[in-house]
Each structure stands twice: as structure tokens, then as C-alpha cells.
């Protein structure tokens, strides 16, 4: 038998969080196959950046703030104004920080709740009205962690955070399944991204080596987007060969 995959060519993918890591590399593998993507995140240059080497035709930037509901209608909005339709939403938009919930500001902690859980819960808000209006159909890949099903002693304020997502998407999956919704919490150990430099690591960290790529969980992405529309995948989590699980 051979195995259908779908083909993604066209297909109109929002991401958040797209200037870099996971989100950026995601970005490229499906245009790459031909995908249309909507890229929101802060910083508008480096988003710019990012339009420039994929191609204004493959690509819009939306410089926008996830913890907004506003910014993410602009998101949403743009891909469909500029595509003309909208298949797909990867809500990755993130921040960690290492140390112990007593050695973080109130800000800092408030900013991760925003940005990590919040932020994928307007993402999702604004997008899915979108994909009923305009497919009748969609995916919601979220990217959360591994964090997000075990802890960790020295980030318990961003796994809680991790820990939300997989409970949103999980729910989400049982809410929108029968709209013709596929939710997927995609679940990586360590990538070395921006990201993962802190808690006494630092950028080309040699430990990095040992560690998950971008590229990886793209792949992983691509993946569940590509999967026959018979078949959802509800949890993908993944470790490099290197790393304990
Ligand atoms: N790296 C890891 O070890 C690891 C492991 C498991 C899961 N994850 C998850 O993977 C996701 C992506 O992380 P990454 O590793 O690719 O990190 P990254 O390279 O630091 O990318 C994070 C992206 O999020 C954007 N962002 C941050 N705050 C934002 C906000 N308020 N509004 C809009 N965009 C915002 C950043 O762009 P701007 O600064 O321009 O806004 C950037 O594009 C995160 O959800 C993270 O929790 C990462």
C-alpha cells in the first residue's frame, strides 16, 4: 500500500514566534513545499528579515505581540486578506526562564503566563473562526514541550505554562474534532534555539551538540500537517537520541 500524504502546496499556515528557532525553521520547510505563511512576532525587522529570504509571495509579516487579542486578529487576518484563506495555525510563540519561582520578578512570571499560555489561547480564538470560514476544515499545532507533561525543578512557572497548553489542545481536540479541526500538541525536549541559552548556558553551547535542532521539530510539524485528513495526531513529543527521557 502505498501511503498518501497530503500536499501542503498552498496550503496557508499562520505561525507565531516565526523570527527564529522553531518557528522561523518551520517557516522555510513549508515553503519549501510550496505552503503560503502569515509570520507574527515582535521584532518587524528581523520578521522583515525573514519575508525577504522566503519570498514576498510565499510569505506576509505581521509584527504583532501575542499576549494581544488584537494583534492576533491582525495575524489571522493578513494571512487571509493575502492568501485568501487560511488552512493552518502553529501557535509557538514562547519564553523560558530558568531559576526558582522566588528568584523571578512578578513581571518576568506574568510574561511567560502571557506570552505561553494566553498567547496560544488568542491565537486560537482568532484563528479558527478563520479556517471554518474560509476551508470549512484546519489544524492547530501547538508547540509546547516535554515540560509540559513532567516538570522541571528549575522552570516550574514555564511548565505549568507547558503543562496548559497540552490541556488546551487535548480539549480543544475533543471540542473541534467534529468540526473537521485537527489539534496537536507537538512536544520537544531541549532545542538548541535562542531559547535555550540560560541557566549557565551560553549560545554555541558545546552541550547543544547532544540536543534536539529547529530543524527537527519542523520536520515534526510538517509532519502532522502532512498527515491524510483521516488521521489526527494528538501528542508528538520527541528527545534527540542524546538526551534522557
Ligand atoms: N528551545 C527549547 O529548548 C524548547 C524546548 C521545548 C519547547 N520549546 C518551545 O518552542 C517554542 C519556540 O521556541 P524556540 O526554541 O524556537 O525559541 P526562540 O528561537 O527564542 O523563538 C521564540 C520566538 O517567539 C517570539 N516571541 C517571543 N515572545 C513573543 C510575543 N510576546 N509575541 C510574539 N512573538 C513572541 C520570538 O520573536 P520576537 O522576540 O521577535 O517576538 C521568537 O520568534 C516556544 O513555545 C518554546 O516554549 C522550546
Excluded at 503560503?36 to 529570504?53: F, H, I, S, W
Excluded at 494566553?118 to 508547540?143: C, E, N, Q, S
Aim: charged fraction near 20%; aromatic fraction near 6%; charge should be negative.
Amino acid at each position: 500500500m502505498t501511503y498518501q500524504l497530503r500536499d501542503l502546496k498552498d496550503t496557508v499556515v499562520a505561525i507565531t514566534g516565526a523570527t527564529s528557532g522553531i518557528g522561523k525553521a518551520a517557516a522555510e520547510q513549508l515553503v519549501e513545499l510550496g505552503a503560503k505563511v502569515a509570520l507574527g512576532a515582535r521584532d518587524g525587522d528581523r520578521l522583515n528579515g525573514v519575508v525577504e529570504q522566503l519570498g514576498a509571495d510565499n510569505a506576509v509579516a505581521v509584527p504583532m505581540d501575542v499576549r494581544s487579542v488584537e494583534d492576533n486578529q491582525k495575524l489571522i487576518d493578513a494571512a487571509v486578506s493575502k492568501f485568501g484563506k487560511l488552512d493552518s495555525i502553529v501557535p509557538n510563540a514562547g519564553i523560558g526562564m530558568y531559576g526558582s519561582i522566588l528568584d523571578h520578578t512578578d513581571d518576568e512570571l506574568r510574561r511567560m503566563m502571557h506570552t505561553n499560555y494566553d498567547g496560544t489561547v488568542w491565537t486560537v480564538r482568532a484563528g479558527v473562526p478563520a479556517m471554518l470560514k474560509t476551508t470549512g476544515a484546519g489544524d492547530i499545532v501547538i508547540v509546547s514541550s516535554v515540560a509540559g507533561f513532567r516538570g522541571g525543578g528549575d522552570e516550574a512557572v514555564y511548565a505549568g505554562t507547558k503543562f496548559a497548553q497540552v490541556g488546551l489542545a487535548g480539549s480543544l481536540d475533543r471540542e473541534l474534532r467534529e468540526k473537521g479541526i485537527r489539534v496537536t500538541a507537538v512536544c520537544p525536549a531541549g532545542v538548541g534555539t535562542e531559547f535555550a541559552v540560560g541557566a549557565g548556558r551560553v549560545d554555541n553551547d558545546p552541550r547543544f551538540a547532544e540536543w534536539l535542532v529547529a530543524d527537527d521539530v519542523a520536520y515534526a510539524i510538517v509532519t502532522v500537517l502532512q498527515q491524510p485528513r483521516s488521521v489526527r495526531t494528538t501528542v508528538w513529543q520527541m528527545w534527540s537520541m542524546g538526551q534522557q527521557s
